[in-house]
């Protein structure tokens, strides 16, 4: 177990860390300590879900499939690009400041479906979880180690973060960080959208 369990913990840490629509979502959650347990077990299964397809063959498929792949990828950059601009709306209006006590709470089924949505509907998340990750696991024997140490990354991650957003509850008190966190996302997100454009 030893080799592809480190290499599928290394690799999976390294794609997820990257801040994004759905860490950015589930940082916000955090923040606000609005349900953070749920949202956080559907980002990790989701990803676990998505891993599995791609060690189990799904890299195979989109060989075969080349137009499955550009296809995941003229979507992704159209979902990255209007993702970004409401960030962009978001960052450019403003007055948006963490008080916990006195956010008005989304309800679990409004939060849960945004972070589906951001999940499933980001095709980035499949290049990255499901054909990166399928590929490489073609290089080890043992397939079901690589995957249990990706899948053991992706819950490590969304736990910390989701649990560890309330230390940064002071910083986002204040109107200006959440216009600066808008405004990296939206940056981020339209360089994703153009990279694949460009790819």
């Keep these: 177990m030893g080799e592809a369990f480190w290499a599928g913990l290394g690799l999976g840490l390294s794609l997820i860390v990257a801040i994004g629509a759905q860490n950015a979502f589930v940082l916000r959650q955090g923040i606000l300590r609005q349900h953070v347990g749920p949202v956080v077990l559907l980002c990790a299964a989701s990803d676990a879900v998505l891993i599995l397809a791609g060690v189990l063959g799904f890299g195979a498929l989109s060989?075969?499939?080349?137009?499955a792949v550009e296809l995941m990828r003229l979507g992704g950059a159209a979902f990255l690009l209007v993702y970004g601009a409401?960030?962009?709306?978001?960052?450019?209006?403003?007055?948006?400041?963490?008080?916990?006590a006195e956010a008005a709470a989304r309800p679990l089924w409004q939060s849960l479906a945004i972070s589906a949505a951001l999940t499933w509907g980001n095709p980035h998340v499949y290049l990255d979880t499901v054909v990166l990750l399928g590929a490489v696991s073609a290089d080890f024997a043992d397939k079901r180690a690589f995957a249990t140490g990706a899948i053991c990354a992706s819950f490590a991650f969304f736990v910390t973060l989701g649990y560890g957003a309330r230390l940064l509850a002071p910083v986002f008190r204040r109107p200006l960080a959440w216009r600066c966190l808008d405004l990296s996302v939206a940056l981020v997100m339209w360089s994703v959208a153009l990279s694949l454009l460009w790819s």
């Excluded at 060989?63 to 137009?67: D, F, I, S, T, V």
């Excluded at 403003?94 to 008080?99: K, N, P, R």
């Design 86 to 100: 409401l960030a962009l709306r978001s960052a450019w209006r403003g007055g948006q400041a963490l008080e916990a």
């Design 63 to 67: 060989q075969a499939l080349p137009w």
